[in-house]
């Protein structure tokens, strides 16, 4: 028997409460080998942007950044997990796939994230600049904590499916998501900083239980595409969106942060994307976008799907938090194991 058949990831979060049969029967499997996951066609039938698909999404993929601390390491590739993550990523995908605009190219899709909307009313980051409460911020900052501490890792597994300036614009990009060298500038430590000076937990994974289905949705999304070949363009066409609209969304956190009075390691955080991120745009269009097409045309549409994909399921994130904060409700699941964050 192998090391890892028995010892269990050493620093994960613990499993998350289930959320409906699908999550429920994985995390009774997760517990035991001996349980047989849900069942293909049960995904197939479920909510595909629904709290126990997303959830029981989010619990497979887990496996594949820091697991979970009663979860035997190995289960990751586990075979008999894989027809009910297929399922479940098919589901999902589908879903997206009549959802998005169809037949957009990437310039077409890009050339929209390059425009800032005029009417700004719906964009969480304006209404966090402008008028959000403190305990709004630290909401927002909780729920994306899911992605923002492993931040830059889904789209890390695009790399060995590019080739040339693609290749090298990517690494780039990426150096600098890692800190360039300096464990204290990797972006996920300065997230972590920024939780700090709100006074939120900075634990792995510790908000997942308060997240709703948009909110896990927005993670998944990134990894269904970074685990797949097939989908390297709609990696690289959700990169540009991330990377493209973060420099002015940035803009808009830092000074909500200044306004509030978060803190300096919370403002920096976001100055330090501003900047960052602003270089990164034209790599990410010229390098990352051009050298991709140059060698692969057929993936234009592909980028542009990855783009899309990602504003609609942005757009479907802001509209859960501005309906709720607008009736001065907070926008966090109130679910089993759900941390409740004071006022």
Same mark, same amino acid.
């Given at each position: ?82 027809? =009910? *993550?297929? $399922? #479940?990523?098919?589901? +999902?995908?589908?879903?997206?796939? !009549?959802?998005? @605009?169809?037949? %957009? ?24 600049e402008h008028e959000g409460e403190r ?95 097939? =989908? *390297?363009? $709609? #990696?690289?066409?959700? +990169?540009?969106?991330?990377?493209? !609209?973060?420099? @002015?969304?940035? %803009? ?10 978060a803190g300096p390691a919370a403002e ?76």
């Open positions: 028997m192998t090391a890892t058949t028995t010892e269990h990831s050493p620093a994960g979060p613990a499993v998350p409460c289930p959320r409906g049969p699908l999550s429920a029967g994985l995390y009774a499997a997760l517990a035991s080998p001996q349980h047989a996951p849900p069942g293909v066609d049960e995904a197939a039938a479920a909510d595909p942007y629904g709290e126990d698909l997303q959830l029981a999404l989010y619990m497979l993929y887990e496996l594949h950044y820091q697991g979970f601390a009663a979860v035997a390491e190995d289960r990751e590739w586990d075979p008999a997990l894989m027809p =009910l *993550r297929r $399922a #479940l990523e098919r589901r +999902f995908l589908d879903a997206l796939r !009549t959802d998005v @605009p169809a037949g %957009r190219s990437a310039d077409e899709a890009v050339g929209e994230l390059l425009v800032e909307p005029a009417d700004e009313r719906g964009s969480v980051a304006h209404h966090l305990w709004q911020m630290r909401e927002y900052a909780a729920l994306r904590s899911l992605y923002h501490l492993k931040e830059a890792d889904p789209h890390a597994w695009v790399i060995p499916r590019l080739r040339g300036r693609a290749k090298a614009g990517m690494v780039a990009i990426e150096y600098d998501e890692f800190g360039a060298g300096r464990a204290e500038n990797i972006h996920a430590h300065l997230f972590a900083e920024l939780m700090d000076d709100l006074g939120l937990d900075t634990g792995y994974g510790r908000y997942v239980e308060a997240a709703p289905a948009p909110a896990l949705a927005v993670v998944n999304v990134m990894t269904l595409f970074g685990l797949h070949r097939a =989908l *390297r363009g $709609a #990696l690289v066409g959700h +990169f540009a969106c991330v990377e493209i !609209t973060s420099s @002015p969304g940035s %803009r808009r956190l830092a000074a909500a942060m200044r306004r509030i009075g920096r955080f976001y100055t330090e994307h501003v900047e960052a991120d602003a270089v990164h745009e034209q790599v990410v269009r010229r390098e990352v976008i051009g050298g991709l097409l140059a060698e692969e045309p057929g993936l234009d549409s592909e980028v542009a799907f990855g783009a899309d994909a990602t504003v609609y399921l942005e757009s479907r994130l802001a509209s859960h938090l501005m309906a709720a904060w607008q009736l001065g409700r907070s926008a966090l699941r109130d679910g089993e194991g759900s941390i409740r964050l004071p006022r």
